[in-house]
């Protein structure tokens, strides 16, 4: 039989403090670098996204022109004072008219809006509205005077259109469905732009698409990519208000988290070592397994089976001692008892063989009377 090893509280205690103090060093140390390399954004639109719907191409192309690129998704960051700044809006999140009001008031100097809904519109780009049309993806010509668009060319566009107000400049549409419009509110440009995938890191190398996104992007030396916080189902529309229960950092600590998991399970699963063999410390006789055995009987108040286990383990000895054969007749059994103890035949039977005792003073009794004769034969 084996057995596995254990110890006690204090010896498990001073064995496992060091392992348990390297495992929260490495479990805080991973939070911290997680923290410190985290991208500052995710998802669509991302300036830290390399995924095909990121913009990660961009916002280097941008940095490779001369452009410091600040990406966040604090609604605190997009309020900052902006003169002489421009600010990018991308497509996801949702934003309140107080928000947007906040946007305003901060006075960027250019503004960019990736297909905003008509709430943003309205307070940021007043006089541009949705048309409802949404244009299938192809190479199209500027079809305007602005000089941004005209640079670069054919762009690969799609997307949402807007009608554009008097003065305002609208490109790659028919002239009312137009996916690009630059106009000026006050002392300040602001440009709706409805095709966000063509500056994707999918779609940034096709056509004029890195020409025309430079062009209206990269004006000012200082931008700021903002990206709400939390990403909305919505389409466009920036009508949806509400927010997720949880926040998108939470993954972080989910992953520092799974980290400790992983440690704490390799270090228990070491610490079981192998099964080591033990030999038993005593040898249990078969007549005290018998005994036990009538005890448990006498417990349930079995009787019957309390007196013949105690009958079998007497006549088990008084085989032993007297040369009997296990299977020898009882009256053989009662004779040769009698010749060597002097004993009457008739009591011994029924001391061996008789009915079982009704009350548990007689199945003591009968206890008595077995151990004494059992005493004779191993003290004649």
Not at 24 to 29: D, H, M, N, P, T
Not at 209 to 220: K, Q, R, S, Y
Not at 281 to 287: D, N, Q, T, Y
Not at 334 to 341: L, N, P
């Amino acid at each position: 039989m084996s057995t596995p090893l254990g110890r006690g509280a204090g010896d498990s205690w001073r064995a496992l403090r060091t392992p348990l103090l390297v495992t929260g060093l490495i479990v805080l140390a991973a939070i911290v670098i997680l923290i410190a390399t985290s991208a500052r954004t995710s998802g669509p639109f991302s300036p830290d996204s390399t995924a095909s719907d990121g913009a990660r191409a961009l916002a280097a192309l941008l940095k490779n022109h001369g452009v410091d690129v600040h990406s966040t998704e604090t609604l605190d960051d997009a309020v900052q004072p902006g003169d002489g700044k421009a600010l990018i809006i991308g497509p996801a999140g949702s934003l309140g008219r107080p928000d947007l009001e906040r946007i305003a008031n901060a006075r960027w100097s250019h503004l960019v809006l990736i297909r905003p809904g008509s709430r943003a519109l309205e307070v940021l780009a007043p006089g541009v509205q949705q048309t409802g049309d949404v244009l299938s993806s192809r190479s199209r010509e500027a079809g305007c005077d602005l000089p941004a668009a005209a640079r670069a060319g054919t762009v690969t566009v799609s997307g949402p259109t807007y009608s554009a107000p008097a003065g305002a400049s609208a490109c790659y549409g028919d002239g009312i469905n137009n996916t690009v419009i630059r106009l000026e509110v006050g002392d300040r440009i602001v440009d709706v732009v409805g095709t966000p995938t063509s500056f994707t890191n999918a779609q940034l190398a096709d056509d004029g698409n890195a020409a025309l996104a430079l062009n209206l992007i990269g004006t000012h030396q200082d931008l700021t990519w903002y990206l709400p916080q939390f990403e909305s189902t919505d389409t466009g529309t920036g009508d949806d208000s509400s927010a997720p229960l949880i926040p998108p950092d939470v993954r972080y600590i989910g992953w520092a988290l799974a980290f400790a998991v992983l440690v704490v399970a390799i270090w228990r699963g070491r610490r079981l070592g192998p099964v080591v063999a033990e030999r038993l410390p005593v040898i249990v006789h078969a007549a005290e397994t018998t005994e036990g055995r009538a005890r448990l009987y006498r417990r349930s108040r079995a009787r019957d089976r309390a007196a013949a286990a105690l009958r079998e383990s007497a006549l088990g000895q008084l085989h032993k001692a007297h040369g009997i054969p296990r299977r020898a007749d009882p009256s053989a059994v009662v004779a040769t008892v009698a010749a060597r103890t002097g004993r009457d035949p008739v009591m011994l039977y029924e001391l061996l063989y008789g009915l079982p005792p009704q009350t548990d003073a007689a199945l003591m009794s009968l206890s008595f009377e077995l151990d004494v004769l059992t005493q004779e034969v191993r003290h004649p």
